[in-house]
């Protein structure tokens, strides 16, 4: 690879309707998206789905096209970079900022992809070819909507399984609700890191709620309040946001924070990260599956890749353009049938529709 131009875009991708978690609401999805250009002719292309402000992660868009421009674009141009670890160092020195360096490393992928015909899910050793999704639902404005919205969800996709958010206030209520109606459906919860150790009532509550795991419940950099927690309650606490990178993931494991990890490829620092983290869960048999951030359908695509590896073992959170989005940049939506998608049918899928791209740009600069 040999990258002599990249053109950075931000977009603005239209929701159906508002998409809400605890710490934020948003209309349309403000992603990032990079064409890095190479010698011979290709053009990779990668993706970055964070929030416009530092809600999630320290890290956010207008940082990320910040640093893309003045350091991780220039600090890759017109050198010749051939393999993960050779990417990998060029950016060691850098702390943090994973959804920066994941645009970059994506589009590493794809250009690595087309240049030796091979899909990712091969590059990176996937093993299966089919993956299940499950739906996410957001909050609603209270707890009242919150029931109805996940009802009305429920009832118009039938999911074979669902993820649903909770925050203090909209929670205990909101799962009996579910389980009146569905008392055998396959359901977690995700808190975005809402509670604190001094709502153990809530937990132990939930603990007789039949869920399958309940998902970064307390602050979004602790594993050892975690670790407390999973000791007193028996449904599996799965982290998301703790699980910052390799290193912390290692640590969690260590003292028992949690038995499954969300792995957020862009929130590790990228793909081949997301891999390394999945084979550390599976040596200490620890589940792992892909935790989504609704992303474009490009991001979708490389998210259904990497759940091809074998550890992936939870339905993953592929945030399916048809659950969420008026609109997307992909050539052809990503086939999906009764929450399974078979991943070898979207080999060919990794193809944007220019004009919609164009449509929905709302900043764009090149880097050469
Ligand atoms: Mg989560």
């Not at 074979?160 to 909770?166: F, G, L, M, Q, T």
């Not at 900043?363 to 050469?368: L, Q, W």
Request: charged letters at 25%; glycine letters at 6%.
């Amino acid at each position: 690879m040999h990258i002599t131009k990249a053109e950075i875009y931000k977009i603005y991708l239209p929701l159906k309707e508002p998409f809400r978690v605890s710490f934020t609401s948003m209309t349309n999805r403000e992603i990032i998206l990079i064409k890095l250009f190479d010698k011979n002719g290709l053009i990779g292309i990668g993706e970055s789905a964070n929030f416009d402000f530092p809600f999630y992660e320290p890290d956010f868009n207008d940082g990320t096209i910040h640093l893309l421009k003045t350091y991780l674009v220039p600090a890759i141009l017109n050198k010749k970079i051939n393999t993960i670890e050779e990417l990998e160092a060029i950016y060691k020195l850098m702390r943090g900022n994973n959804f920066s360096k994941t645009v970059i490393e994506s589009a590493f992928w794809h250009l690595k992809s087309q240049q030796t015909g091979k899909p990712l899910r091969k590059l990176w050793g996937g093993t299966k070819t089919k993956i299940a999704a499950a739906i996410s639902i957001g909050l609603g404005v209270d707890l009242k909507d919150s029931i109805s919205r996940v009802l009305r969800y429920l009832k118009t996709y039938s999911p074979e399984r669902a993820k649903v958010k909770i925050k203090p206030g909209i929670d205990l209520k909101l799962i009996a609700a579910i389980r009146k109606d569905y008392p055998d459906l396959p359901l977690f919860v995700d808190a975005n890191s809402a509670y604190r150790l001094k709502d153990i009532k809530v937990f132990k509550e939930l603990d007789k709620m039949n869920l399958l795991m309940i998902e970064q419940p307390l602050t979004y950099n602790d594993i050892v309040d975690h670790s407390i927690l999973q000791k007193q309650i028996k449904t599996p606490i799965c982290l998301d946001e703790s699980i910052g990178n390799y290193h912390i993931a290692e640590q969690a494991i260590k003292i028992g924070a949690c038995k499954i990890i969300n792995i957020k490829p862009q929130r590790v620092g990228g793909y081949w990260q997301a891999k390394l983290i999945s084979e550390l869960a599976a040596q200490n048999n620890i589940p792992v599956w892909c935790g989504g951030m609704i992303e474009s359908g490009w991001g979708q695509l490389l998210n259904c890749h990497i759940s091809t590896l074998s550890n992936f073992k939870y339905a993953n959170d592929i945030c399916l353009t048809k659950w969420y989005f008026a609109d997307d940049i992909l050539q052809k939506e990503i086939p999906e049938k009764n929450g399974t998608i078979d991943v070898a049918k979207t080999d060919s899928l990794f193809k944007i529709d220019e004009a919609k791209l164009n449509k929905y740009t709302v900043f764009k600069i090149t880097v050469a």
